[in-house]
């Protein structure tokens, strides 16, 4: 039966759409589609069984090095069972976490979840009402059961601003964690992906008005593209959601002795620029 021999377990909002597109590019990497199947941390997927699982690399060639990535990997304490889940199946997965100045990413998962109508008001309402915008920001506490299952020495930190630094040794020097033996290209001519500040918040009745498909077809039939362009510019967050000092100042008192524990499990790859103020 297939399964991964890598996995990129998050975290959400940090890079990881980009960086499993890059890894997707290279020859005798393989990546699912979907790229995040989130099999062992949702209940509902994770009941569709092995099988299903196993089948999303059967398209892979048989020297490939297999992986898929899932943000939901790495968001405690909703997803209770990933880690037990995931070691009843994988004996040695190589793991790839990638991070992200914690303030910044809380802010672009509220942009991210208020696209979808998940989360409406203002950002500092809803830091208030959704403890999860904190608590996926908390890294050390995230992979704190993943180094309990496999050690340390299983997991590549990464981070979303070590890879816009210096993007090509950083895919390398992740590529040769997961066992890739083959030289690396960054594809600069790829897309970021999955950015917040381009998401369009849906629509009521999305999934019928809009990804219907025979919704989808009539609407390029019948609306010029430029009517199609302006109407979802409209449905966009124009400007970032920014914080009062006081407020970052609260956030990263809260995130002081989690950035420092991660400081301490990583101390080769967290940076300075991971933990300086917003301006």
Same mark, same amino acid.
């Given at each position: 039966?297939?399964?991964?021999?890598?996995?990129?377990?998050?975290?959400?909002?940090?890079?990881?759409?980009?960086?499993?597109?890059?890894?997707?590019?290279?020859?005798?990497?393989?990546?699912? =589609?979907?790229? !995040?199947?989130?099999?062992?941390?949702?209940? +509902?997927?994770? /009941? #569709?069984?092995? *099988?299903?699982?196993?089948?999303?690399?059967?398209?892979?060639?048989?020297?490939?090095?297999?992986?898929?990535?899932?943000?939901?990997?790495?968001?405690?304490?909703?997803?209770?069972?990933?880690?037990?889940?995931?070691?009843?199946?994988?004996?040695?997965?190589?793991?790839?976490?990638?991070?992200?100045?914690?303030?910044?990413?809380?802010?672009?998962?509220?942009?991210?979840?208020?696209?979808?109508?998940?989360?409406?008001?203002?950002?500092?309402?809803?830091?208030?009402?959704?403890?999860?915008?904190?608590?996926?920001?908390?890294?050390?506490?995230?992979?704190?059961?993943?180094?309990?299952?496999?050690?340390?020495?299983?997991?590549?930190? =990464?981070?979303? !601003?070590?890879?816009?630094?210096?993007?090509? +040794?950083?895919? /390398? #020097?992740?590529? *040769?964690?997961?066992?890739?033996?083959?030289?690396?290209?960054?594809?600069?001519?790829?897309?970021?992906?999955?950015?917040?500040?381009?998401?369009?918040?849906?629509?009521?009745?999305?999934?019928?008005?809009?990804?219907?498909?025979?919704?989808?077809?009539?609407?390029?039939?019948?609306?010029?593209?430029?009517?199609?362009?302006?109407?979802?510019?409209?449905?966009?967050?124009?400007?970032?959601?920014?914080?009062?000092?006081?407020?970052?100042?609260?956030?990263?008192?809260?995130?002081?002795?989690?950035?420092?524990?991660?400081?301490?499990?990583?101390?080769?790859?967290?940076?300075?620029?991971?933990?300086?103020?917003?301006?």
């Amino acid at each position: 039966m297939s399964c991964p021999d890598f996995i990129i377990i998050g975290a959400m909002k940090c890079g990881t759409s980009t960086l499993a597109t890059q890894l997707g590019q290279q020859n005798g990497l393989f990546l699912t =589609t979907p790229k !995040e199947p989130n099999f062992f941390s949702d209940d +509902d997927v994770f /009941a #569709r069984g092995l *099988h299903w699982y196993a089948s999303l690399f059967e398209r892979a060639g048989t020297q490939d090095i297999k992986g898929e990535a899932s943000t939901h990997y790495t968001k405690l304490p909703t997803h209770p069972h990933t880690v037990t889940r995931m070691r009843a199946v994988l004996a040695n997965p190589r793991l790839v976490y990638m991070v992200r100045d914690p303030v910044q990413r809380s802010v672009s998962h509220f942009i991210h979840e208020w696209s979808e109508r998940r989360m409406s008001g203002n950002l500092d309402s809803a830091l208030e009402t959704y403890p999860e915008l904190v608590e996926y920001s908390l890294y050390a506490k995230q992979i704190a059961p993943f180094i309990d299952a496999y050690g340390i020495d299983a997991i590549c930190l =990464t981070s979303l !601003e070590r890879l816009k630094t210096n993007p090509a +040794d950083e895919l /390398a #020097r992740i590529a *040769h964690h997961i066992g890739f033996k083959g030289p690396t290209q960054w594809h600069s001519e790829l897309s970021t992906q999955n950015v917040s500040a381009e998401r369009v918040r849906k629509l009521p009745l999305h999934n019928l008005l809009v990804d219907n498909p025979v919704a989808r077809s009539l609407r390029r039939a019948l609306v010029p593209q430029s009517l199609r362009t302006r109407l979802a510019k409209s449905r966009q967050m124009h400007a970032r959601p920014t914080l009062s000092p006081d407020r970052i100042a609260a956030l990263r008192a809260q995130f002081a002795s989690d950035q420092t524990r991660l400081s301490e499990l990583f101390p080769d790859v967290i940076e300075t620029d991971m933990k300086r103020e917003v301006s």
